[in-house]
């Protein structure tokens, strides 16, 4: 009876953990089911959790589910927005997604990745439209341009892995325009944010932090300290893995980042636990015998 007993707490255990999991949003798991291959992955949006510049931007709720399916299911998660220049609905729902880490970039098979194939500046097509360090042949990868935006994400009033609401403000909106500004280039549709604010050393921190121009310089000067192990680029809409091509909001969709922890992380422990939880179940029930 005991045994049956344990059993069963193990089994509410598990229950009330995945709601929780479900409930709140976390990186997605390291793994092929949520990030890689086997692709694409399904996306859905569920709303603004909210706006990082006064044009728009910033964080949204959402979900990841796997394709082929897993035990665990929709995934929710925080996604940011790195791109002025597509659009999407906020109630988007089963859209098919490539979500490739930031490490796989670079190596990833052609056309998977939203802009991947850029790496020079603007005439050049494809090109990035801003030169971000005054250099015309540096930081022109996909994978650095993906790693400053991933960079200044974390530098957000109110950022956090579930964060409950993202003000506007000088500061964040002056954040997501740099982003914006980094990642601008001439193969999506023109429009969007494009330019920097300039400002002057002599600016008070304040005013430094009301322009887009003093972000851009924190990105170029720490980018390198983001872990791209634990970032991804949400590229939509894929079909068999090949991103689609077309006008601006058909079928071509917003690029976003997401987090991703690394395994074990929350699931793989939980996982663990549960696992060695009923083994023990399994030990006591044969002692008794």
Known sequence: MKSINLALRIASFAVITAGLASANRAPLPNNSSYVGLPNPKTVSFSGRVGAAAAVGGGAFSGSVSPNPSSTLGALETTFWCIDSQLFFNMNEQNMTANITRLDQVASAAADTVRYQNINALAPTNPGWTNDVNGAASGLVSATERFRMAAYLVTLYDGFS?????????????????AIWGIMHNNVSPTGGTSTFDAYLGTDSQATKESRSGYWRDLAVASFTSVDMTRWAVVSWVAEGGLLTTGTPDSPNKQTFLVQVVPEPGFYGALALGLSGLVVAVRRRSSTKA
């Open 161 to 177: 892995s579930n964060p409950t609401s993202l003000s506007g403000g000088p500061k964040n909106d002056a954040i997501q325009r």
